[in-house]
């Protein structure tokens, strides 16, 4: 079966300071970490691109490293996201027309890919990419925002993909955290995003622990 992972997402955290919260959250348990880069065109907010993340790299080594592309042209930033030291390159299929091809790039360039879909998309139109990825992310929020409450209305994509796929990495964002894990568990996601509920926490690491033993157990 698959391994639980817990990504917090940097998106809430003080982001003139991201080198050491995100040595923090590391410390404190984190599996990986979660970067939010939005284009202010896919969605209606901008957060930051390669050139951050080229920084933060410097500054941490060895941690894995997910993009979230909420970018309305995934195939632009493959490279320099893979100079950048990026592991994980998730991108969001609804602008992209050729979706084997990105994805092929995406390998290519030497990193893992994930598919994210928005919450009107649904599982069925990604069928036929799944055997070429390394993950699923389906979206618990519309994309752009952190602090939004969680959709539960979705975990029938996850508990669709469990079934169909038992081996794959089915990751979930937006608005997960104690409340939602459960529910998150049980549908069959095994990587998770937390942004406000880790970042914010008076301690981190117990709240990374608690999402972890739920989804492990
Ligand atoms: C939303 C982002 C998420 C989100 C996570 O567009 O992709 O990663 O910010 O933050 P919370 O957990 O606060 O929803
Ligand atoms: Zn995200």
Redesign the pocket.
């Known amino acids: 079966p698959v391994k639980a992972k817990i990504g917090p997402?940097i998106?809430?955290a003080d982001l003139s300071n991201l080198a050491c919260e995100s040595q923090k959250l590391l410390d404190n348990g984190a599996d990986y970490l979660?970067l939010?880069v939005?284009d202010g065109n896919f969605?209606p907010n901008l957060t930051f691109g390669h050139p951050m993340v080229k920084s933060l790299r410097n500054k941490i080594k060895t941690a894995f490293f997910e993009a979230?592309m909420?970018v309305q042209n995934p195939e632009q930033w493959i490279e320099p996201m893979a100079d950048a030291g990026v592991n994980l390159y998730t991108y969001h299929v609804e602008p992209v027309e050729d979706v084997a091809k990105v994805s092929r790039q995406v390998q290519d360039a030497g990193m893992k890919v994930g598919l994210a879909i928005k919450p009107g998309t649904e599982v069925k139109d990604i069928e036929k990419y799944i055997d070429m990825v390394d993950v699923v992310l389906v979206?618990t929020?519309e994309?752009?925002?952190?602090?939004?409450s969680f959709m539960a209305d979705m975990m029938p994509k996850v508990e669709w993909l469990r079934e169909n796929y038992p081996n794959l990495d089915i990751e979930v964002?937006?608005?997960?955290?104690p409340k939602t894990i459960e529910c998150c568990a049980k549908s069959g996601a095994n990587m998770i995003?937390?942004?406000?509920?880790v970042v914010g926490a008076p301690d981190q690491g117990q709240v990374i622990r608690q999402l972890r033993d739920v989804v492990q157990s």
Do not use: K, R
Not at 173 to 177: I, K, M, R, S, T
């Open positions: 997402s998106l809430n979660h939010d939005m969605v979230h909420m979206m929020v994309p752009g925002f952190g602090g939004q964002d937006g608005g997960v955290g995003v937390s942004g406000t509920a």
